[in-house]
């Protein structure tokens, strides 16, 4: 049950990992980024749009037309968010995080699901980037990041026996771009970046093993609508 647990806490933390953090969105000007993704071998492809407002932070997503969630934030007067209200598409609350924060701007984040009712700790330096998280089990995962302040690497250890439950890698470019992510951990993947001329993800390939053998690999294209 607790590696359930510890399961479910990373999905939430990387289903919601962006390659762009709210304070780029925003300075990009970004409002809707669009993905297709289609898996090698099948004809279907899986459609995805998520909006953004103003601070940069998304406020609704759709799955192949359809309303998936919203999300609603709240902020002090300094701009700085102290809420996060995630809704399904009948309106119904799913997640909500609390902030806290220190007088040198360092965070620590609550986040609880509803329907598992487990709560997710995130802790975030003065400069906005996660260095820790703890799972409902109190499995941490560690971020390292190298001296140009790029993630490099997460790990953890399971909380039960202490072996590597998480560990991924990422690779950057000359330009700083992130161009590879590999997980090294329980769950095996590697992800590749491709970038347009504007310096923005274009398409993300994705190949997986599940129990030893190699799943299809998954491909997603990105389009992006800005401020007019």
């Known amino acids: ?16 990992f962006s390659q762009y953090t ?23 492809v899986q459609r995805n749009e998520t909006w953004y407002d103003e601070s940069g932070n998304d406020t609704a997503e759709y799955n192949n037309g359809e309303l998936y ?8 007067p300094k701009g700085q968010v102290l809420s996060r209200t995630r809704y399904d598409a009948t309106g119904a ?26 709560t997710e700790l995130t ?46 890698r990422y690779t950057y470019n000359p330009k700083d771009q992130l161009i590879k992510e590999v997980s090294k951990g329980d769950y095996k993947w590697t992800t590749s970046y491709t970038y347009n001329p504007g310096g923005l993800v274009s398409k993300v390939k994705r190949n997986s093993v599940t129990d030893g053998v190699a799943d299809p690999e998954v491909i997603t294209t990105y389009e992006y609508e800005f401020q007019k």
């Open 69 to 76: 969630r919203r999300t609603k934030y709240e902020y002090n």
């Open 22 to 44: 709210p304070g780029e969105i925003k300075k990009l000007k970004i409002t809707r980024v669009m993905k297709s993704s289609q898996t090698r071998g099948q004809e279907t």
């Open 123 to 168: 802790y975030c330096d003065k400069g906005g980037k996660t260095t820790k998280t703890v799972s409902p089990d109190n499995s941490e995962r560690i971020y390292t990041y190298d001296t140009k302040g790029r993630l490099i690497k997460i790990k953890s250890k399971d909380s039960d026996n202490g072996s590597v439950f998480v560990d991924i």
């Open 93 to 118: 609350e799913t997640e909500t995080a609390i902030y806290s924060y220190k007088p040198d701007g360092a965070c620590t984040v609550s986040n609880t699901d509803k329907s598992f009712g487990m």
């Open 1 to 16: 049950m607790k590696r359930l647990l510890t399961l479910f806490a990373l999905l939430i933390s990387f289903f919601a």
